[in-house]
């Protein structure tokens, strides 16, 4: 019997294989995209996915490893350009941003208003 390695090994071959014949046939899918983003040039690529309808989630670390104030130059530029495109941006802990493209919308849930009661489980 094949072990779980095995399975998924046989499993990233097909995949590989399938997506070179179906990236050109499916232009209308939605990617989620994970990348790290390491300078300010990266921002690039993430517009043009953003633009081609894709979700990224970048792992902001490795450039604020490099410069605090190029990380919030980033975050500044991609906010603008997310508005601009009416997509959408939110940050995913300490380290990583989510940015989504128009026809996604990020869910945020509403802090409770100190007048109105806390609803609780009975």
Known sequence: MPGL????RKYK??????????????????FLK????????????????????????LRITPLANKSI???????NELCEFVESVGGDIARL???RVVVCPPNVKIWREKAP????PIPTAA
């Not at 104030?69 to 975050?75: I, N, P, S, T």
């Not at 208003?113 to 109105?116: F, I, K, L, Y």
């Open 5 to 8: 390695s095995e399975l998924f």
């Open 13 to 30: 071959r097909e995949e590989k294989v399938e997506k070179k014949t179906k990236a050109k046939e499916m232009p209308g899918k939605t």
């Open 34 to 57: 994970a990348m790290p983003l390491r300078d300010l040039s990266d921002l690039d690529a993430v517009k043009n996915e953003v633009r081609s309808g894709n979700i990224l989630i």
């Open 69 to 75: 104030e190029d990380v919030k130059r980033a975050v």
């Open 93 to 95: 802990g300490e380290e």
């Open 113 to 116: 208003v100190a007048s109105e």
